[in-house]
């Protein structure tokens, strides 16, 4: 089998490797922790990392380091591990099993070079927190290392679809590069630039219309880099599923974050694979999920797919307003839920709407959300959109998502902005080789054919959420920066619960929903990025 070289080392000065190592668990790998940094300043970095097309390490070295004081740190090198005072962790956490104690240490982790299927992987858990380098800010029409940025399979490029896949990778990123500077042109030329705006914003908006337009060609393998803060718990919990998923590249990096980790909290992984404690929680999940596949495929494997909505509400309480009232009324009463169950139905209309007003009250924006009663009202949906509308959807960790395997067999979706700049043909052509390829590649790597699939391929999922959750999400991703294709499923959904599950008082207590897209989505917000940096 040829070698295989699937991430790109950065290149570093003697210099900058002699800052970098003290605060980097390494400096040449696509996975390292942060260390020996302030809170604030490891917060910073991640928050900046998501809209930057440069490394972490890269980004320190360029925007962080001349405003920090490192003349103190001369003599740590992170890169070889740091001794800890482990003794106590071991008694208590390994020796007696005590799991809260893991949940006390955190730490900044880096995550880079890893494919669009990946990083939905590392998302999974719900306590942890991401920032993701972001389709809609970065273009992928630059290249690292001399290549494009996509995943590249060991298995998979050392088969005999080798040649073909790195080919046909290639001239997706080329049918990209072409289409984002066409679109970009054709927006400049029909959307007027006003009088009151800087050149740079109106160049900035106009280009972020021309990414969300054309983000859709991405093949999945597409690479990201993913930063997450997370307890040692939360990342012992992450690490055994990805030692159980079936994608190779969830395994591999498995390896990689562990190595990293325990150069920085060591007791917390101590389980991960030992083979009587992680290694068995691997396998169980493992063994569950290939005998329930199995089984699935063996009960509805032929079953055509009948015509569906693309937002379907498929399940919600008909009784769901009188139990959000009755949660209100609780922990201000002294009655059970039972009794006031019993009371709360007996309400006439001025009463209600005087209980569902004074709770929520009065909204002046977004973030002011009534409390906890919202939560005893749950809907279920089942969603069939693009696979780039499905990432941004995904990020919202505290509801409950699951996901069908990225295939094209759901058709894709071709923005307007598209076919009004002329380049439709192209776009479809990037499409029929994304299919091409996954069609070649699926019965020999099942897992591996998903990197073939360009983002503007549909795919099926559920979420259930409760109307707590519903008023975040919805209020958020209807907001006028937001991508024109999960804006559609946000609102979609809002009809929905007013019209379908009748829940009329819930809907309307989501104020904050913007129904009107603007003509440039990002326009507004780098207008006020513009006016916060010349404050």
Not at 329 to 349: D, F, I, K
Request: charged letters at 25%; hydrophobic letters at 40%.
């Amino acid at each position: 089998m040829p070698h295989v070289t699937v991430y790109v080392p950065e290149e570093f000065t003697p210099d900058e490797e002699d800052i970098l190592r003290r605060y980097f668990t390494n400096l040449d790998g696509p996975v390292f922790a942060l260390v020996n940094l302030p809170e604030v300043v490891k917060g910073a970095l991640f928050a900046r990392y998501s809209r930057s097309p440069k490394s972490l390490r890269r980004l320190f070295l360029d925007e962080f380091v001349g405003d920090l004081d490192i003349a103190g740190d001369m003599s740590v090198d992170a890169t070889i591990g740091l001794e800890r005072a482990e003794e106590l962790y071991e008694k208590v956490f390994f020796e007696y099993g005590d799991d809260s104690v893991a949940q006390l240490g955190g730490v900044h982790l880096a995550c880079e070079q890893a494919s669009n299927i990946l990083t939905k992987v590392l998302e999974w858990g719900r306590l942890m927190s991401y920032l993701e380098q972001s389709t809609r800010y970065i273009a992928y029409d630059s290249r690292l290392g001399g290549r494009y940025r996509f995943y590249r399979d060991p298995a998979l490029l050392s088969s005999r679809f080798g040649t073909r896949y790195v080919g046909d990778m290639d001239r997706m990123f080329d049918s990209y590069t072409l289409l984002l500077n066409r679109v970009t042109d054709h927006v400049r030329n029909t959307v007027p630039r006003e009088a009151s705006d800087s050149d740079f914003v109106y160049r900035m908006a106009t280009r972020a219309k021309a990414l969300d337009a054309v983000r859709g060609v991405l093949p999945a393998s597409a690479l990201s880099n993913v930063g997450i803060y997370g307890s040692g718990q939360a990342f012992e919990a992450l690490l055994v599923r990805m030692r159980a998923h079936p994608l190779p590249e969830a395994r591999q990096y498995a390896d990689l974050m562990l190595h990293e980790l325990r150069k920085v909290i060591p007791s917390f992984l101590r389980r991960v694979d030992l083979a009587d404690r992680g290694g068995r929680w691997s396998q169980y999940l493992s063994n569950s999920r290939e005998n329930t596949s199995a089984l699935v495929q063996s009960l509805f494997g032929d079953t055509p797919v009948e015509p569906a909505p693309p937002v379907q509400l498929v399940d919600f309480d008909p009784d769901a307003e009188n139990k959000l009232l009755a949660a209100i009324c609780y922990p201000l009463s002294h009655l059970p839920e039972s009794q006031l169950m019993e009371r709360v139905r007996t309400l006439g209309p001025t009463e209600r709407l005087a209980l569902l007003k004074a709770y929520i009250g009065d909204r002046e924006n977004r973030r002011h959300k009534p409390g906890r009663a919202f939560e005893r009202v749950d809907y279920r949906f089942d969603v069939l959109s693009d696979y780039g509308a499905f990432r941004d959807l995904q990020r919202h960790r505290m509801l409950t998502i699951e996901w069908q395997q990225l295939t094209p067999n759901h058709g894709y979706v071709r923005p307007e902005l598209v076919e009004d700049a002329g380049v439709a043909d192209v776009f479809d052509d990037a499409m029929a080789r994304s299919a091409s390829l996954y069609d070649s590649l699926k019965d020999e790597f099942p897992q591996q054919a998903q990197y073939a699939v360009s983002m503007a391929y549909r795919m099926r999922y559920t979420m259930q959420f409760n109307a707590r959750e519903a008023m975040h999400m919805l209020e958020l991703r209807s907001s006028p920066q937001g991508h024109p294709s999960y804006r559609r499923v946000a609102l979609e959904m809002h009809r929905l619960i007013a019209e379908q599950a009748g829940h009329t008082a819930v809907a309307a207590a989501m104020t904050h929903l913007t129904t009107e897209a603007p003509e440039l989505e990002r326009l507004e917000a780098e207008r006020r990025a513009e006016a916060r940096r010349q404050s």
